[in-house]
């Protein structure tokens, strides 16, 4: 037999088994409903094929059982099986490049806000409903070395690994999730604030990062293709674009989408983030359908408590 961790908690490493007296962080959460802890060590996990989530605003990340230490990698470096690998996402529309990476800063006519803490976030009613047996968490990342890629992994191109989360520039970090689990679904949403002394030329890198590659040391491979959107009632100065991941040769087996709203408001990238389970990483179209109002929603109600903001 060999364990088996439900989609909820951190991958465990090949051939790992927890000791007599180990017990499971409780912020993992309980399984989902009817899962099986242990399985034949020929049986597949029921999750097995699928890629493992993002952490940070998501899931989980880190050794098999991580410390019991504040997190310090990215929120949204993922796992693809025993492979840690990083969702490098690119963002922005397909005209009007030049202008929006020129465009100010912030839209607002308020001072830029220099300094972060979980006060400047929304609070939990203001994210979708997404199960009777959701999570809230939140978060404060200040360590400047935590942001970026890890250092055993190649991001190609290389600076895509500015795109999805807080950029290696960021010096701090703030956000909030809402996750919910199944047999078969992983839903969150999430929002983030970062600050940094450089800001990421957001729509500029869309041409370079439409489909990238993260390798580990071993040449593990995760594949990636982006497609930028156009949202209605998304400000100007913010991007929006959906991911569909897999492995290396994905050609409709399933995987994760992810779907990114993205901007600087008030001298802070602001992002709304929503991820789920999905069938065909290639065919996201029933996944967006899904995800692009609450996300907007979203994006649009902590915009608003960042003009409240002093």
């Known amino acids: 037999m060999r364990f088996n961790p439900p989609p909820n908690w951190p991958p465990a490493p090949p051939g790992w088994v927890p000791d007599a007296g180990w017990q499971p962080d409780p912020a993992w959460g309980p399984p989902p409903p009817g899962w099986q802890l242990w399985v034949p060590d020929d049986r ?32 949204l470096w993922l796992g693809l099986g025993a492979l840690v690998v990083a969702v490098i996402v690119a963002a922005g529309a397909l005209i ?29 009613s203001r994210f979708p409903t997404i199960g009777d047996d959701d999570v809230f968490t939140d978060w404060h990342e200040d360590d400047p070395d935590s942001f970026g890629p890890p250092e055993d992994l190649t991001v190609e191109p290389a600076d895509c690994a500015d795109l999805p989360d807080a950029p290696r520039s960021a010096t701090d970090s703030v956000g909030a999730k809402v996750s919910a689990f199944s047999l078969d679904h992983r839903l969150a949403y999430a929002v983030q604030l970062s600050i940094g002394d450089e800001q990421v030329p ?85 996944f ?20 409240a903001a002093p």
């Open 96 to 124: 009007a490049v030049t202008s929006r990476d020129s465009a100010p800063s912030s839209a607002s006519a308020k001072p830029d806000i220099t300094a972060l803490n979980t006060d400047l976030l929304i609070d939990k």
């Open 44 to 75: 597949p996990g029921d999750l097995a094929a699928a890629v493992d989530y993002p952490s940070g605003p998501f899931y989980p990340s880190g050794p098999f059982p991580p410390p019991q230490a504040p997190r310090s990698r990215t929120p």
């Open 202 to 286: 957001l729509a500029r890198l869309v041409d370079a990062c439409r489909t990238f590659t993260i390798a580990d040391a071993g040449d593990e491979k995760l594949s990636a293709t982006v497609q930028p959107e156009a949202i209605d009632g998304l400000p100007r100065w913010a991007v929006a674009y959906t991911i569909g991941f897999g492995g290396p040769d994905s050609d409709g087996g399933s995987g994760m989408a992810m779907q990114i709203l993205s901007g600087y408001y008030r001298g802070l990238l602001v992002q709304a983030i929503g991820a789920d389970d999905v069938d065909d990483p290639t065919d996201l179209d029933s």
């Open 288 to 307: 967006r359908s899904t995800t692009s109002e609450p996300l907007l929603t979203l994006f649009t109600a902590q915009i608003d408590e960042l003009e």
